[in-house]
């Protein structure tokens, strides 16, 4: 059974960062791609960064050239660490998995949520101004 557990979110100064960790268990697949999304209070979920088991990486426009996804394959462990932050980064920060075939890994690159099989529960980052 895979399983994805969020940690190292909390409250920031915007201008500030922080590192989520994503540890991933039960995932033995060796075409994925996994990726982060978070959710603001009243808004839709949206795409952050993905990465697949090449090392290929995907952000959202919003984020390029201040966040950065990377992985961890000896821990299993998937990353973002996000810099100069904004208070409009406040949101449940998700991190999702999937495996599949080459043309469900560009799609999950992509960073179209619903081709993601796995959830963790997600946790929370609060930017403040």
């Known amino acids: 059974q895979v399983r994805l557990v969020e940690s190292g979110g909390g409250s920031v100064q915007a201008g500030g960062s922080l590192r989520l960790s994503c540890a991933a268990s039960?995932?033995?697949?060796?075409?994925?791609?996994m990726g982060w999304f978070r959710q603001a209070p009243g808004k839709e979920r949206e795409g952050v960064a993905s990465?697949?088991?090449?090392?290929?990486?995907s952000y959202a426009d919003f984020v390029k050239g201040r966040f950065t996804i990377s992985q961890d394959n000896a821990k299993n462990t998937l990353y973002l660490q996000m810099n100069s932050l904004k208070p409009g980064g406040t949101a449940m920060y998700y991190c999702?998995?999937?495996?599949?075939?080459?043309?469900?890994?560009?799609?999950?690159?992509?960073?179209?949520?619903?081709?993601?099989?796995?959830w963790g529960q997600g946790i929370l980052v609060t930017v403040s101004s």
């Open positions: 999702a998995a999937g495996e599949g075939a080459l043309e469900s890994i560009a799609t999950m690159l992509s960073l179209d949520a619903t081709s993601f099989e796995y």
């Open positions: 039960g995932y033995t697949y060796s075409t994925y791609c």
């Open positions: 990465i697949d088991d090449d090392g290929n990486t």
